[in-house]
């Protein structure tokens, strides 16, 4: 166990699981209006699918699909160019068919598994290409009519686009930052709430949605003193990364308080406690305390504040 009493050296948050990548996006490309035409069949063409969140994983590995011999997708979208240090040869094309609500295909060429489930085991390619296919994905699903007049859109610029027919409106994918905060305390203690939809006994650092008009660092403050009363300073940036669950990007950050006494909201946090190292160590391995998984922002910001990784529970809890 970790004696650590300050994290002085610990690097900022860097590596984040879903923030890694080996793809050039080409958002050049994506323009080009006979993109798929021209890279339909290649030998360099290759295909990811995706069904309802999930992808074809074998060997932690995502299963790719040659073009060659496939149909067009009725609605491809273009991930991107791998480059070189890529699993693939470089200058790869890949492209993602979402078969949800179609039939799936057969099983036999690996399992079907979803981003949560596999993360942390997939290269920077793979981790990079999952997050992208999830995200644009969950778009597709939910922005499938024109938000000023309801017309059906369709879908435009390798995937990327959706356009009305109607008013001729483009319409692009969304991402909703979110603050995710590690609150210190003057003896350098972290406080952690307990969210009203877990159980009792899991962890987590603060974090919420930023509204529009306000910067990251008010949304820090804001955040910090609706969900526990805490006033914090001194907002400082230390990393972020992607949360396609269903279209978040998580921008994490440190801050202070400037006292200790905490007022849970009792709507979205139900409890939130002060953690000295040696408490947070105890508690996770005695089973008490759960905290957030590995591919998580918050696992990275608890463990920047540790000063190293989090013990596991002691008899594998």
Known sequence: MSTTTHATGFPPLGGLTLARS??????????????????????????????AGKTLV?????????????????KPVYLGRAVAGADVPEGTDIV?????????????????????????????????????????????????????CGTRTTVESGGWVRRCPADGSEHYPRTDPAIIVSVVDADDRLLLGNSASWPVGRYSTLAGFVEPGESLEAAVIRETEEESGIV??????????????PSSLMLGFTAVATGTETVPDGVEIRDVRWFTRAELAQGIESGEIQVAGGISIAR?????????????PLGGK
């Not at 299963?63 to 009725?74: A, C, F, Q």
Request: glycine residues 8%; contains cysteine; negative net charge.
């Open 22 to 51: 080996a793809m050039d996006r080409g958002c050049e490309r994506r323009n080009q209006p006979v993109l798929f035409d021209d890279i339909w069949g290649l030998d360099s063409t290759w295909v990811m699918l995706l069904d």
């Open 58 to 74: 074998r060997d932690n590995k995502i299963v790719l699909l040659p073009s060659l011999g496939r149909r067009v997708p009725e």
């Open 96 to 148: 993602l068919e979402d078969l949800t609500g179609i039939t799936a295909e057969a099983k036999n060429d690996g399992e079907w598994l979803g981003l949560r489930d596999v993360a942390t085991s997939l290269s920077p390619q793979d981790a990079g290409l999952f997050a992208e296919a999830a995200a644009i994905s969950n778009w597709h699903a939910v922005h499938t009519h024109c938000p000023r």
């Open 232 to 245: 914090v300073h001194s907002p400082q940036y230390l990393g972020s990364q992607p949360w396609p669950f």
């Open 300 to 312: 990275a910001l608890i463990e920047h504040w540790y000063g190293s990784a989090l013990p596991e």
